[in-house]
């Protein structure tokens, strides 16, 4: 086994091939210090199957290899996870942000990686909700793991350029990326300008709301100084560095990271109108003049963040500091009212005859503009300690401890708000455990007639300084009736607060904003207020979830996923709701009107709803495989890495393409690896050995960045390859009975009576006898290194390399079909559809009931949908790809008061499908030959959004569409083309 360990274990000679067309080069690798010894008789260095993959009970949702990954044509990891959308939804309704992981560890924020390009992604899980509790966090969202390469590096030169097809909106990007990954340090920088160019209503043919056009066609046209979408640009600064602590990384890790962002935002709002009226009683609405009134916002982020990653006895132990100041700056053009003693001026002169209403109007000097500013200051540090304390007749328990602190400081301040400066802090100090309690274990033959079955409890409390104590705390189970099915539930029990913005945010106001009045049946313009809302009340969470999920016995990490979710909250905050009569009964000092019961003003703030009650059902099925077949190099060894290149090397003559000689083992000549290892050593040291009859791979391996054999490295293979013991210790007959042992029947436990007594010794504990966790340690190793001969199917091995009770590293499951650039393309199809079944709000006690699926809204989009499809497929071949998402949601009815003149709004079904394709250039040989010059490492891709223009129609009672929810304001955009080129260096 030993030299066979070496060889895997030696990153300079194992690590996967990068595929075709990447630019990413590996950097050199570490030299390691030594190898885990288990006995005399064989050496165990072999490494677990995917390192760094989440060990959990829960099966994933969603599994990704190098070449799914890529087969998503995303420029980076923020790219990517915007593709994933489907999979990463999650059905429980909270909104919650998704856990990021690195190699299974907990980082600061998505800050550290959102720019790595997805070459550098070696594998991508995402699991669901309830393993957020491991990491410390509350079960709100899917947790996303990305394992990355051990040595990587790249420059990545990006510039994106679209537009709307009906015309404006234009928006380019120009970004630059630099990545390199040496074993346990990273290092990225990454700069990126963005730039949208504007939308006016009048660029759409927007109607206007009656009233708000000036009758005199000279006058100019409002809907040309009325943005839809805003003038913006956005430059971006990113910087992390992460650093191996001590001697190879062998005390922890260090990150650090870095952000700016500064960002300029111009809004349109319209003109400045006023009403003429002569002696003889005519009037004419006239626009002031053509200077529209704007808002101008300045936004700086300046972020901080650090990651302390550290092995304790045991235990991972990590810390997180997450900091941000955010200065926010609104100038808001006054508007020019009656108030202004300059319009009374015009008013006045025209009832006296001197002003013609239909003439020149004098000019009326601008009123300045007010101002709104906010400072939002946040820190966050948290720290998780994450281990196995005990272990139980079903295996080992798994904990996990985390305690933190964030700090808030939120100041506003608006010269249009009398009660002067606002200011809110909050301090958070919380705590909590985390326990996964194995009951039942087939591996350990506990109750093994029923599987694998784990009980999870978690508890914590949060200590707000300005809302007291906060509690929450969860209860679930695991059950894995047969490997490829889970079954889990989920009860949780949680208090929050109102976030510092939804309590004192700055108070904003708007004019002309136009909006529906169920009361008239009419679009009117108002102004409106917005901003924080200080009398707010804590929620209070009940929510309980059931979920299956199963593994398909054909294609390659296919499964099928079923969710239920049931939802109940207490003195809930939301934004104010779309005003129905329901919720101007409930709200009635929230909204002004007229003696004539025109409607005048809205009070926007976010308010608190009784109770909330939602029930939905949420399905979908996520396939994946292989088109084409692997290319002949692959067959004959390179689709298993360097190490299966060296052992096509060491193949018999004449053998290739997967045949073998009579009597030897599959692909593998021990006489003909014996051959090359005394080829290789019989060079004295110092002097460069003949490197031709070794795979070309591992000859590039070996060489500098001259090109000429690097000392240094064949001293490092040499380290390993030649040791005196070496060839002695090479058995693979031994290794192959040592598999057949640990890896053929993983239900059982192994017989380790026929184990060497050596490695019997090795493998007991203080107390003489067998530690678990010295098994499970060279089960992981032994079981994950290429097969010999008969040592189980690969499935086998796979649930060989499980932990405990069932617990598994969610990383293996891929092992099945798993190919490494071996030459095939890959296509995935992933579809979701979300029942919902009940939906309704207490706006009050005592109050109306608002059934959000049966008449009922509190958002201008309608109710709530009872149906929801997502969908998102992709094809990657030879360079060529096409990914297709799509969603679809039923329609809804708004029901009015029933008074005369009120109206009922029908919001239809909206099916949305966005295209995206895109050609790895220098891998087309009919455009580039044999030499792509530039264009190595070069894609171009082309995106369309919304592909047939979709929009949701909204009509009345009598079919007709309101102003207020004409296309172009629901959607200003509609169809978005946009063409990216991007190059690796």
Known sequence: MSLIALIIASPSLAQTAEPAGAAAQAAPAPTPTGNDTVGSEIIVTAPRAIQGAVQTSSAPVVELDEQQVQSYGASSIQDLISQLAPEIGSGRGRGGRPVFLVNGQRISNFREIFRYPPEAIKRLEILPEEVALKYGFPPDQRVINFILKDNFRS?????????????????????????????????????????????????????????????????????????????????????????????????????????????????????????????????????????????????????????????????????????????????????????????????????????????????????????????????????????????????????????????????????????????????????????????ASRRNDVLSAIGDLTFNLSGGFDYLSDFGTLGNWTGGLVWKPSKSLTLQGAYIERETAPGLSQLGGPSLISYNVPVYDFRTGQTVLVTQTSGGNPNLLPEHQRDFKLS?????????????????????????????????????????????????????????????????????????????????????????????????????????????????????????????????????????????????????????????????????????????????????????????????????????????????????????????????????????????????????????????????????????????GFSRGNGQGRWSLSFYHTINLDNSILVAPGGPTLDLMNGDATGSSGGVARQQFELDAGLFYKGIGTRISGNYSTGTTVQASGVPGSSDLHFGGLATFNLRLFVALDQQKWLVGDNPGFLNHARLSLHVNNIFDAYQKVTDANGVVPISYQPALLDPYGRFVKIEFRKLF
Request: aromatic content about 6%.
């Open 548 to 816: 299956a999920n199963y593994d398909l016995p054909f294609l390659d990490r296919a499964n099928i996923l079923v969710e239920y979710y049931h939802n109940r909250s207490n003195n809930v905050t939301a934004s104010f709701p779309l005003l129905t009569p329901a919720i101007e009964a409930a709200f009635p000092d929230r909204v002004t009107r007229d003696t004539n019961g025109q409607l005048l003003a809205i009070d926007a703030r976010p308010v608190t709803f009784a109770e909330t009650r939602s029930d939905r059902i949420r399905y979908g099925f996520n396939l994946f495989g292989k088109v084409g077949k692997p290319s002949p190099e692959e067959q004959s060894g390179g689709g298993r890495g360097r190490f299966g290149r060296l052992m096509s090397a060491a193949r018999p003559a004449g053998e290739s393409n997967g045949q073998q000689q009579s009597g030897s083992r599959p692909g593998f000549d021990p006489q003909r690896f014996a051959q090359l290892r005394e080829q290789f050593c019989a060079t004295p040291t110092g002097q460069v050995p003949d490197l031709s009859a070794l795979p070309q791979q591992m000859q590039d391996r070996l060489k500098g960045a001259d090109g000429k054999p690097d000392p240094a490295k064949i001293a490092a293979m040499r380290t390993r390859f030649c040791s005196a013991d070496a060839a002695q210790r090479f058995d693979p007959e031994r290794f192959a009975a040592l598999r057949k042992v640990l890896c053929q029947d993983p239900g059982k436990k192994p017989d380790l009576s026929t184990l060497p007594p050596g490695l019997q010794a090795r493998l007991k504990g203080p107390d003489g006898k067998v530690d678990p966790a010295k098994l499970k340690q060279l089960e992981s190793r032994i079981c994950a290194a290429p097969g010999q001969g008969n040592s189980g199917s690969g499935e086998q091995q796979q649930a060989a390399r499980g932990s405990d009770n069932g617990s598994r590293s969610s990383g293996g499951r891929g092992n099945r």
């Open 155 to 439: 420059l990545s030169a990006e510039v994106d350029y679209g537009r709307a097809t009906q015309g404006g909106g234009a928006k380019s990007e120009l970004q630059a990326s630099q990545l390199a990954i040496n074993g346990k340090s990273r290092l990225n920088a990454s700069i990126d300008y963005k730039h949208t160019s504007p939308i006016t209503e009048a660029e759409r043919d927007v109607v206007q709301t009656p009233g708000s056009v000036p009758t005199l066609a000279s006058d100019p046209n409002p809907a040309d100084f009325r943005s839809l979408a805003a003038k913006d640009s956005t430059l971006e600064v990113d910087f992390t560095s992460t650093n191996g602590l001590g001697k190879d990384g062998a005390d922890g890790q260090f990150t650090i990271n870095t952000q700016v962002i500064h960002e300029d935002t111009l809004n349109l709002s319209g003109l400045d109108l006023v009403t003429l009226t002569s002696p003889d009683s005519s009037s004419a609405r006239r626009a002031i003049d053509a200077k529209p009134l704007t808002r101008q916002t300045l936004t700086d982020t300046y972020s901080l963040g650090s990651t302390f990653n550290k092995n304790l006895g045991g235990y991972q132990f990590t810390t997180t500091l997450d900091s941000s100041y955010t200065s926010t700056d609104s100038r808001i053009d006054r508007s020019r009212t009656l108030d202004d003693p300059a319009v009374q001026a015009l008013v006045d002169a025209a009832q006296a005859g001197t002003l013609a209403i239909n003439g020149d109007l004098p000019n009326v000097p601008r009123l300045g503009f007010d101002r709104a500013q906010n400072r939002a200051y946040d820190v966050a540090l948290k720290s998780t300690l994450i281990g196995n304390p005990f272990e139980l007749p079903a295996g080992e328990a798994d904990v996990t401890l985390n305690a933190g602190y964030d700090w808030s400081r939120n100041e506003s301040t608006d010269t249009r708000r009398l009660a002067g400066d606002n200011a809110l802090i909050r301090g958070d100090l919380s705590a909590g455990a985390n326990i996964g309690i194995p009951i």
